[in-house]
Nanobody
């Protein structure tokens, strides 16, 4: 089945930038949408943003609007999260996800740690 492999996490100073990648492999990949979620220590997983695979339309959580950009390369089956002007509050494990139905995200990556120092 579909597998999602993430990369790009690491340490960065506040105000810096980082780009996360998530590549899908397995069966023919044609999701309705892909998304990024994150989970900070001691907190529940939260939605970051999503992108329509066909149209490229995006939607973001208010706290990251203007700073984060989601994009995708359909030919490479790859999802990206460009994170600019990072804040310590952005520190979390970031997960990519894909869905082939509107109800739920069926496929998840393993998560990649992003740590932003103050």
């Amino acid at each position: 089945q579909v597998q999602l492999v993430e990369s790009g996490g690491g340490l960065v100073q506040a105000g810096g930038s980082l780009r996360l990648s998530c590549t899908a492999s397995g069966r023919a990949f044609s999701p309705h949408a892909m998304a990024w979620f994150r989970q900070a220590p001691g907190k529940e997983r939260e939605f970051v943003g999503t992108i329509s695979w066909i149209t490229g339309n995006t939607y973001y959580q208010d706290s990251v609007k203007g700073r984060f950009t989601i994009s995708r390369d359909n030919a490479k089956n790859t999802l990206y999260l460009q994170m600019n002007t990072l804040k310590p509050e952005d520190t979390a494990v970031y997960y990519c996800a894909a869905r082939d139905r509107p109800e739920a995200y069926d496929y998840w990556g393993q998560g990649t740690q992003v740590t932003v120092s103050s």
